[in-house]
């Protein structure tokens, strides 16, 4: 073995794998991007009051023109559904929600895109092995939560009933 050798080996030996990683994070914080989180929020609370003020307005009107209020919510929530949807398939949500963050994610609208857009991104895979196996990629953990935690409180809210 050459002299080298030895004192690359020597080196690699006395630089831990820890240390490595330390000096890796320490070098790419300094290109990471800061977020705003004051202006994020903002922009959150208003794009997602946004969708909510004319969700309630819309319901408002279709109640004034003689539908129950509950079928006035049905009907808003149903399309919301179908403009998150229709916006998805055009790619005009993501540009929507990379602006508004959560603001636009979390309510019924960012479930409507988590459905579609697994769907439109595996469609040349075909019906059943890329849309019917891929639409509920990202969809199908928040349902089984959603439901297994609903399942939980109503037996809890059940057991507390027969007490």
Same mark, same amino acid.
């Given at each position: 073995?050459?002299?080298?050798?030895?004192?690359?080996?020597?080196?690699?030996?006395a630089v831990s794998k820890e240390?490595?990683?330390? =000096?890796?994070?320490?070098?790419?914080?300094?290109?990471?991007?800061?977020?705003n989180y004051l202006a994020n929020?903002?922009?959150?609370?208003?794009?997602?009051?946004?969708?909510?003020?004319?969700?309630?307005?819309?319901?408002?009107?279709?109640?004034? =023109?003689?539908?129950?209020?509950?079928?006035?919510?049905?009907?808003?929530?149903i399309g919301l559904v179908m403009?998150?949807?229709?916006?998805?398939?055009?790619?005009?949500?993501?540009?929507?929600?990379?602006?508004?963050?959560?603001?636009?994610?979390?309510?019924?609208?960012?479930? @409507?895109?988590?459905?579609?857009?697994? @769907?439109?991104?595996?469609?040349?895979?075909?019906?059943?092995?890329?849309?019917?196996?891929?639409?509920?990629?990202? @969809?199908?953990?928040?349902?089984?939560?959603?439901?297994?935690? @609903?399942?939980?409180?109503?037996?809890?809210?059940?057991?507390?009933?027969?007490?």
């Open positions: 073995m050459s002299e080298d050798t030895k004192d690359f080996q020597d080196i690699n030996k240390d490595v990683a330390k =000096a890796y994070g320490k070098y790419s914080e300094q290109f990471t991007p800061k977020p929020c903002l922009k959150a609370f208003l794009v997602g009051g946004g969708v909510c003020t004319a969700a309630y307005f819309a319901a408002g009107r279709l109640a004034a =023109a003689g539908l129950s209020q509950r079928n006035a919510e049905t009907y808003v929530t403009i998150a949807q229709l916006l998805t398939g055009i790619g005009i949500f993501d540009k929507i929600a990379k602006f508004a963050g959560a603001g636009v994610i979390v309510p019924i609208t960012g479930f @409507a895109n988590s459905m579609v857009a697994p @769907a439109i991104e595996y469609k040349k895979e075909g019906w059943v092995l890329g849309i019917g196996a891929k639409m509920f990629s990202v @969809a199908g953990p928040v349902l089984v939560c959603g439901i297994g935690s @609903a399942t939980v409180v109503g037996l809890i809210k059940w057991i507390i009933g027969l007490l």
